[in-house]
């Protein structure tokens, strides 16, 4: 249902662009986010973005360097990571909940998704 890819190893004040594929509906009957998890911590929400109206919530920690963004078209989410820093380390997911739900409740862990895909490891080195 869904499938990610993009992560990678790469150095601190790096990029990556994430990719992540929902097949079955179209992104308009979800509100979708991505979510990190480094060793030994609690996951995170990242950044999210309601498939239908493109609206998005960033946590603190994605603000100014993380951008979410959907293709309808692909039925894919990204997400560019620029200015990657070591603590940005940690397996990211990409996750979907039916759409009604909110961008805030998502990533603020607030609501469970209805789907999760397997992960991509991005690892930034110092």
């Known amino acids: 249902q869904i499938v990610e890819s993009g992560g990678g190893l790469v150095q601190s004040g790096g990029s990556l662009k994430l990719s992540c594929v929902v097949s079955g509906r179209q992104l308009e009957w979800y509100v979708l986010g991505w979510f990190r998890q480094a060793p030994g911590k609690k996951r995170e929400g990242v950044s999210c973005i309601n498939g239908d109206d493109g609206s998005r919530y960033d946590a603190d920690s994605a603000k100014d360097r993380f951008t979410i963004s959907r293709d309808p078209a692909t039925n894919t989410v990204y997400l560019q990571m620029n200015n990657l820093k070591p603590e940005d380390t940690g397996v990211y997911y990409c996750?979907?909940?039916?759409?009604?739900?909110?961008?805030?409740?998502?990533?603020?862990?607030?609501?469970?998704?209805?789907?999760w895909g397997r992960g991509t490891q991005v690892t930034v080195s110092s």
């Open positions: 996750a979907a909940v039916y759409r009604g739900a909110s961008v805030s409740a998502l990533c603020e862990d607030r609501i469970e998704p209805n789907y």
